[in-house]
């Protein structure tokens, strides 16, 4: 059973920044793909970045790309997302995931971030921007 524990949200200013971590228990990072969701009131979650450790792989979604750094630490078994010129857009609450699938991000490439290829779940942690 992996258990997943986000931290790291809160209130900032638009334009600032704000790292998202992701600690990951009960397995091994090179043994899990981890995906990075948000979900806004009144709106479907959405997939943010991925990362395959395994193979290095990351995946951004258009939406955050070259704005947001998805990065893993093994020594640690933690998953971070570096979130920089923060929009009002971006506020939601923000979930890691895993899936039992190691290679998600190479095996699915566009669709790596399909939230039915996750297995478990954090309990999200909120971010607001402020315009």
């Given amino acids: ?22 600690a990951a228990s009960g397995s091994a990072l090179d ?13 479907e979650r959405e997939g943010v970045a991925g990362i395959s450790t395994s193979d290095e792989a ?9 704005r947001f750094t998805i990065s893993a630490d093994s020594a640690t078994n933690t998953v971070y997302l570096q979130m920089n010129s923060l929009k ?28 039915d290829r996750y297995d478990y779940w954090g309990q999200g942690t909120q971010v607001f921007v402020s315009s």
């Fill in 1 to 22: 059973e992996v258990q997943l524990v986000e931290s790291g949200g809160g209130l900032v200013q638009a334009g600032g920044s704000l790292r998202l971590s992701c």
């Fill in 31 to 43: 043994d899990i793909g981890i995906g990075w969701f948000r979900q806004a009131p009144g709106k």
């Fill in 88 to 115: 009002p857009e971006d506020t939601a609450v923000y979930y890691c995931a895993a899936s039992r699938i190691p290679t998600i991000v190479v095996v699915y490439r566009l669709n790596n971030l399909d939230p």
């Fill in 58 to 66: 990351t995946y951004y979604a258009d939406s955050v790309k070259h």
